[in-house]
């Protein structure tokens, strides 16, 4: 499975901004897709996923509202729209893909699930 991240940018506060993550080499069947972002002395935060499974989104508290993940089946781009950037949204942005991933949420117990990682998109949110 290969995972390439794009679309990132600069941005203004307020402003919106939709990442992709172009999902090849399957299949991927009970594959989810998961969105993540790292800033330098930070831990890896996570957003969000997209499963095959239920072909449904999960997220993080913390973005619930602001951004939402989508895609037409889980090994087709699956999009990451962002909305109200602040600058604390700033960071490298990165997808990853999880095999055999049946459950229905998102949760921090299972970042170790995911194995195979994009190179990873630049987010800057001009203040």
């Known amino acids: 499975v290969q995972l390439v991240e794009s679309g990132g940018g600069l941005v203004e506060t307020g402003g919106s901004l939709t990442l992709s993550c172009k999902v090849s080499?399957?299949?991927?069947?009970?594959?989810?897709i998961g969105w993540f972002r790292r800033t330098p002395g930070k831990e890896r935060d996570g957003l969000g996923c997209y499963t095959d499974n239920d072909r449904k989104p999960y997220y993080a508290d913390a973005v619930k509202g602001r951004f939402t993940i989508s895609s037409d089946k889980a090994d087709n781009p699956v999009s990451l729209p962002m909305s109200a950037l602040k600058a604390e949204d700033s960071a490298v942005y990165y997808c990853?893909?999880?095999?055999?991933?049946?459950?229905?949420?998102?949760?921090?117990?299972?970042?170790?699930?995911?194995?195979?990682w994009g190179l990873g998109t630049q987010v800057t949110v001009s203040s």
């Open positions: 990853s893909a999880a095999p055999f991933y049946s459950a229905p949420y998102f949760s921090r117990s299972l970042f170790p699930a995911y194995g195979t």
């Open positions: 080499g399957g299949p991927f069947d009970d594959h989810a």
